[in-house]
Each structure stands twice: as C-alpha cells, then as structure tokens.
C-alpha cells in the first residue's frame, strides 16, 4: 500500500469532525422526515370485491360503529372499507368494521379519499394539505404519493377515476398515479404569469369534476355575482383549456353550487345548484350552452346549501336538506323526486341495492322503485339524536352509514 504524502493529526481531526457532521445531518433530517412519522401496517390477506346482494333485506341491525371525520360518505374499495381518523387511515372488513391495515403519519388527515383500486390520504404541511399517499386498499401496502401546495383547507371528491382537491383560491386534478393533469387558482411561489386564476381577489366558492373536466363556481372582487368556469386539461397542467359561463344572476352568498360535472357521449356536461330567483337546477355542455333547466318542485323547494349527492349505478342522486332528486348520471336530465312521506323525511342521498332506491330516512332506510322512485316501505333503523345527515353506500349484503362523523355497519 503507499503510504499518504502527509497525513497529520489535524487531518486526522478535520476528518473525524466532518463525518460526525454528517452523521448529525443524516440524523436529524431522518428525524424530522415525513418516513420516520409513518407507520404502515399492511394486511396478512388480500381483500375481494363482494358478491351484489340478491334482494334488500326485510330487517336492519347495527352491526359496528367507527369514528371516521375525515370523510364525508363511506369510502369502499375492492371490498374495504377505509376510514379516516386522526392521523390514521384505517382499512376495514365492511362486515364486523374490524381492522385489516393502518397507514398513519405524524399529523392529522385533511382527507380520505379514493381512486380505482385505491385509498387517498391528504396530509399537511407548512403549504397546505398537499401531502398525498395511497394505500392499496385489498392488501393495505403503499402506492404511489405527491406533494403540492395548496389551500389550509380542501375538500377532496372522486367519481373513480380522477381525485379532485379543491380549496377555497386553488384546486388540483389528479389521475391514479397522483400526476397532476390540471390545476386552477392561486400559488405561493409563481412560475409563470399564465399560471393562474381570472385575477386577483377569487374565490373558488364550489366545484366537482369528471375524469376529464372540472367545473367551478368563482366569486371575483368587483363583480357582483357568480360566474361558472369550465376547465379542461390541456397541454400545461396549469394552463387548462378554459370556457366562462357569466350572468348566472346569484351572488357569493347565494349557496349555489356545482353539483355534478359527467361525461356522456356527447360530451361533458355540468350540472348546478342555482336558488335564486326561483330554486332550480341548470345543466350546461362544454361549450357553456345551458341545455336544461330543471325548477325544484314544491317539496325540494325548501334546501339550503346542502349539495350531498351519490353517484349509485347510472344515477346522480342530490339531497336537498329535505329531498332527493334523481338524475340520469350521463345526461344529467331529471327524472324524478323522492321527497317526505309522511314522517319518513330523507336523511342522505341514495344507494342502491338489488335494483331498489335505499335512501335514510327519518326513523329508517327507505326502499324506493328505481325507475319511478316509488316508495315501497321502510327498514326501521334507530339512529342517535341529533345525527344531521347521513350518507349511505351498499358493499354486498352490508348497508354503510356516514352519521356526520361515524360511519356504522347495518346488516
């Protein structure tokens, strides 16, 4: 071996020193890495879709209850359920609500949500809650994750095939890989002038999107009212094809709201919450032509800003605050009203099971004919006082309840 041309002992010092530097560096950042705050507990087997149930059955009992306040409706993924509590997404078996997998970080969950064969956890940080992981939802191991800034606050929504995020100056589509195929509004650091909203002073005041289109309703300073805008991915994520819908006549405050944007073949259509002057649902194709206008009938007259709407099988489904209105999913035209019958007033919006409407009602779950919307009878179910919405989804035989925010197990 050849000897060094000269190595001393502050040589040998100064290298000691740097490598103790190294090791601290190393150790703090894996201390205050996102890595050592995450805990995942994969399943010890792997999760099937169930069978559909053959009938609705004549009696409902509750079977577990779970806290999940970080989704709004039941989130059932190829044949799991996740919940979100705390700073953990938990996957469960839907029938006995017991725990197949965990994934948790150091901070509480903005939101759950899902994708195709996915759960979607969002996280904070310094820049919002733009901290994304997945979690497989049938063996519960990790996939694909992002980061971006956005909004303190996010409400996150997905149709299966595309996840919305939106806040109230920025919102973000993403596919099942969590690439980002479109973003609106506001950043903190800005790239390029192009990248932005209509102006300074927007409010993104609601939205919902397809697996190919986002539609939102903007509140901007100096103008009086609403104005519709329909997005559209284009070549640059954050310079989406954009098309303006204005004079809707509602204010800010109104509570008008997007309520469903679908794809057909004949292209997207969009369909919105508009209560002034007369309560009413406007649907718009992608050009921004109004193609149909529905007038609430008496017995939805009475909804505020509550937009709950469920997507079951070839339907969209809104709750009012008091009714239910039925829509075709492609067409968005209107097919019927569910409202209250005599003390069965709805609680949710609908599912289905066996080719039957169920919607929550007052005192029960409600059993409707899917293509009139007649009622057939109701299930009686005991729920707690004081439970001001619940949201339903049907995994095989099982009934899923979101009561604000615990989502209980009826079968």
């Not at 002038?193 to 289109?213: D, E, I, M, N």
Request: hydrophobic fraction near 40%; charge should be neutral; proline fraction near 7%.
């Amino acid at each position: 071996m050849v000897r060094p041309e000269r190595r001393t002992r502050g040589d040998l010092m100064a290298a000691a020193a740097i490598a103790a530097a190294v090791v601290i560096a190393g150790a703090a950042i894996w201390w205050t890495s996102d890595a050592r705050a995450t805990v995942l507990r994969p399943a010890s087997d792997t999760s099937a879709n169930p069978q559909s149930a053959v009938m609705v059955p004549a009696a409902l009992s509750q079977r577990w209850t779970a806290a999940s306040p970080a989704t709004s409706s039941p989130v059932v993924v190829s044949g799991t359920l996740v919940t979100g509590d705390g700073p953990q997404m938990t996957g469960r078996d839907p029938n006995t609500g017991e725990q197949r997998w965990s994934y948790a970080r150091g901070v509480d969950l903005c939101a759950v949500s899902w994708i195709y064969r996915q759960a979607v956890g969002v996280y904070p940080d310094s820049r919002g809650c733009g901290q994304v992981s997945t979690v497989t939802a049938a063996t519960g191991m990790r996939g694909p994750s992002r980061t971006s800034y956005a909004d303190k606050t996010v409400t996150v929504t997905s149709e299966g095939s595309a996840v919305l995020s939106a806040g109230r100056t920025r919102l973000e589509l993403w596919r099942s890989d969590m690439v980002r195929v479109l973003s609106y509004g506001e950043i903190d650091a800005r790239v390029k002038p192009s990248a932005r909203g209509r102006g300074q002073g927007c409010t993104l005041v609601s939205a919902a999107a397809s697996s190919a289109a986002v539609s939102v309703l903007e509140s901007c300073a100096g103008q009086a009212d609403l104005q519709l805008t329909l997005l559209r991915p284009a070549k640059e994520e954050d310079e989406p094809e954009q098309q303006h819908v204005p004079d809707l006549g509602v204010a800010a405050d109104s509570g008008a709201r997007v309520m469903a944007v679908t794809e057909s073949d004949t292209g997207t259509n969009t369909a919105v919450y508009l209560p002034t002057p007369e309560p009413r649902v406007e649907v718009f194709d992608q050009t921004g032509t109004r193609i149909a206008k529905t007038l609430l009938p008496a017995e939805a007259t009475a909804a505020s800003a509550a937009v709950t709407v469920s997507r079951p099988s070839g339907l969209i489904c809104w709750w009012t605050g008091d009714a239910v209105l039925v829509f075709d999913s492609g067409t968005l035209a209107y097919r019927y009203t569910i409202g209250a019958s005599g003390p069965a007033v709805p609680l949710g919006p609908a599912a289905i099971m066996a080719d039957r409407l169920l919607i929550p009602v007052a005192g029960g779950v409600g059993v409707y004919d899917q293509k009139t919307g007649a009622p057939e009878r109701v299930i009686p179910v005991s729920r707690p006082a004081g439970v001001s919405s619940v949201f339903p989804v049907v995994s095989g035989p099982m009934i899923l309840e979101q009561r604000d925010d615990t989502v209980v197990g009826l079968g």
